[in-house]
């Protein structure tokens, strides 16, 4: 009986690059989601403290001919990229639950299936969350102040000094000014991540391409 053939060095050390890269994808892909879920998460947090200080002072009687807040604020800017959020937190957080109660190949099939993990869709999030976070700092108007962020951040004018200093204990403007820069900051974040993520599905490709050369020349 003949002995089996071998492999030659250079097959076996192709091989163990490609299984190597294997699991540096699988966990550049993790890492890619919970930074995902981490960020949007502080995104939701900022957010919803940001509404509900808005909230609950929104209906503050005037001082003078001063209001706690313009009398039609802007808040569309800071609606989408909270609702931005949330879909990229149960996206995110899908696929880690996937990770942790069925593993690597489970949290696969989400990713596969799921909106947020298939390359063209991860792409489609990368240029939104990009528009969002220009709209959202687009909309930060300090003169007039009609958004919630410019709102909060406004100093320039007599009048802005003069509201601040009526309803500065009340409203924590400075907190809610602090807030939105943070929001906007996890936006770019964001952007970070998902492009990163396109990135590491594209070596993932890679990497399925290569076996499947290498299977050819081993069979060959």
């Known amino acids: 009986m003949n002995p089996p053939p071998l492999l030659p060095c250079s097959s076996k050390l192709s091989t163990g690059v490609v299984f190597t890269l294997k699991h540096l994808i699988r966990r550049l892909k993790l890492l890619t989601r919970v930074l995902s879920f981490l960020c949007t998460l502080t995104i939701l947090l900022l957010s919803s403290i940001t509404f509900s200080i808005y909230l609950s002072t929104r209906n503050l009687p005037p001082i003078a001919t001063s209001t706690a807040w313009h009398p039609h604020t802007i808040l569309w ?10 879909i990229s937190f149960i996206v995110s957080g899908a696929v880690l639950l996937a ?59 007599e009048g802005q000094r003069v509201r601040r200093e009526r309803f500065g204990e009340k409203v924590k403007y400075g907190v809610v000014c602090g807030l939105m820069d943070w929001n906007f900051v996890c936006a770019m974040i964001q952007v970070v991540a998902e492009t990163a993520a396109v990135v590491v599905y594209v070596l993932g490709a890679w990497r399925v391409w290569r076996r499947s050369k290498l299977s050819g020349e081993v069979v060959g």
């Open 99 to 157: 990770y942790y109660l069925r593993g690597h190949g489970a949290a696969e099939r989400v990713g596969l299936y799921s909106t947020a993990m298939a390359v063209g869709a991860i792409i489609v999030a990368v240029a939104v969350w990009a528009v969002v976070g220009g709209v959202f700092l687009g909309s930060k108007d300090t003169k007039t102040g009609r958004d919630l962020w410019g709102w909060a951040c406004a100093r320039e004018t």
């Open 77 to 86: 800017p800071s609606i989408l990229i909270f609702v931005l959020a949330v």
